[in-house]
């Protein structure tokens, strides 16, 4: 069976331009990767699952904040071995001040240690061309069609 997921870009518009909100994956494989490690808020759902409920329920969980607002399909991309489909709207929030829920490993490996981490250890506003560079590869389409859709990127 096919993975599945979803996911919320927000976006909001200020006097220099539109900025895209996004979340860079916690724990210790993460840590030390910057440029194209950086995702929308997401997660796996399950069939029969909808979609959009499961996307609305990642971003909560990996951001602390609720979504809310207009939700506009920007369709699906392929990431890694699962097909992600995501959501545009328009928001604003403290990106410093972001909660993520946690989840448990063996750190270090073989180690028989389990550790706790978050499963987003920060997020950011970025300009488009920041929000390129920043983004994992598989996700860079859902950028280019919010662009598309605002059809006012500056």
């Not at 399950?46 to 990996?62: K, S």
């Not at 602390?64 to 399909?73: C, R, S």
């Not at 560079?133 to 605002?150: D, F, H, N, V, Y």
Request: charged share 30%; glycine share 12%; hydrophobic share 40%.
């Amino acid at each position: 069976m096919p993975r599945t997921g979803a996911g919320l870009l927000m976006y909001r518009r200020r006097p220099g331009g539109v900025e895209v909100f996004l979340v860079h994956p916690g724990g210790p494989f993460w840590a030390k990767k910057d440029a194209g490690a950086w995702s929308i808020p997401k997660g796996e759902y399950l069939p029969g699952d909808d979609p959009l409920e499961a996307a609305r329920r990642e971003f909560l969980e990996e951001t602390g904040i609720e979504p809310a607002g207009d939700f506009v399909e920007l369709g699906a991309v392929r990431q890694g071995g699962k097909t992600v489909t995501a959501w545009a709207f328009e928001g604003d929030c403290d990106a410093a001040a972001i909660r993520s829920n946690t989840f448990e490993m063996e750190w270090p490996p073989r180690s028989g240690k389990r550790r706790e981490f978050p499963e987003v250890d920060r997020a950011e506003w970025f300009a488009p061309g920041a929000a390129a560079e920043k983004i994992l590869a598989g996700q860079l389409p859902l950028l280019q069609r919010l662009w598309e859709m605002l059809d006012d990127v500056g």
